[in-house]
């Protein structure tokens, strides 16, 4: 089992940064694609940014691009989601996920929210205008 918690979220100005972290628990979370996933109220949860097991893979939804980079330190078992930049349309509960079914393909990181196994509590982020 493993158990993710998010941290890093608050509130802070337009064109402002903000770090998200997301910790893991468990020795297998260096074989997990790692992703980020945000949601406001009535809309569906939206995959941000993703990055695979070893990191050498990584996407990002086009509404972030050039502003977010998604990292991961396998030795600290954490995911990193640096925002620089921010919008007010950034504003959503940020969650973490893991898919723990990609340890044999180490450059494959999933879209689909519902191929992720693990998912941490949710960390807010407010982006005032």
């Known amino acids: 089992q493993v158990q993710l918690v998010e941290s890093g979220g608050g509130l802070v100005q337009a064109g402002g940064s903000l770090r998200l972290s997301c910790a893991a628990s468990?020795?297998?979370?260096?074989?997990?694609?790692m992703a980020w996933f945000r949601q406001t109220p009535g809309k569906e949860r939206e995959l941000v940014a993703a990055?695979?097991?070893?990191?050498?893979?990584?996407y990002y939804a086009d509404s972030v691009q050039g502003r977010f980079t998604i990292s991961r330190g396998n030795v600290k078992n954490t995911v990193y989601l640096q925002m620089n930049s921010l919008k007010p349309e950034d504003t959503a509960v940020y969650f973490c996920?893991?898919?723990?079914?990609?340890?044999?393909?180490?450059?494959?990181?999933?879209?689909?929210?519902?191929?992720?196994?693990?998912w941490g509590q949710g960390t807010q982020v407010t982006v005032s205008s």
């Open positions: 996920a893991a898919d723990r079914d990609t340890s044999s393909t180490p450059t494959y990181y999933s879209r689909n929210q519902y191929e992720y196994d693990y």
């Open positions: 468990g020795r297998t979370f260096s074989s997990y694609a």
């Open positions: 990055i695979s097991w070893s990191g050498g893979s990584r």
